[in-house]
């Protein structure tokens, strides 16, 4: 069992890390950030600077979960095999040669 993250802490360490490069470390602050769990709760006043630096965080950020999205349902569930987990489909190169046979299949089976 892991331990508990508390996201004030990470919030905390976050605008710890951003805020040395500043370049206007006096400036008002533009955001309060109030964080609230079940391990307590902290109120953050940030700049602009820290909120630019959440946004490109957050852009950058790739889940080590996405494979992608099904081309058949469109669904963002596909497993570490590349099969969707909302329609059945299999992608990737395996896919692609099973769809291949399967169309071959039926089209042999037209009379």
């Known amino acids: 069992m892991s331990t508990p993250i508390d996201p ?14 500043d370049p206007c470390p006096d400036a008002d602050p533009v955001a309060l950030i109030g ?6 709760e902290a109120t953050f006043a940030v700049g602009d600077h820290v909120i630019r630096a959440m946004c ?10 996405d494979r992608g999205t099904c ?4 669904g963002r569930h596909l497993d570490e095999n590349l ?6 489909r299999l ?14 299949v039926a089209a042999e089976d037209v009379p």
């Not at 081309?71 to 469109?74: K, P, S, Y």
């Open 8 to 21: 004030a802490a990470v919030m905390a360490a976050f605008i710890d890390a951003v805020e040395p490069y």
């Open 83 to 88: 099969h969707c987990n909302e329609c059945g």
């Open 56 to 65: 490109k965080a957050l852009a950058a950020y790739r889940d080590p979960e």
């Open 35 to 40: 964080v609230r769990t079940a391990l307590g």
């Open 71 to 74: 081309v058949q349902c469109g």
């Open 91 to 104: 992608h990737g190169i395996l896919g692609e040669v099973i769809a291949q046979h399967a169309r071959r």
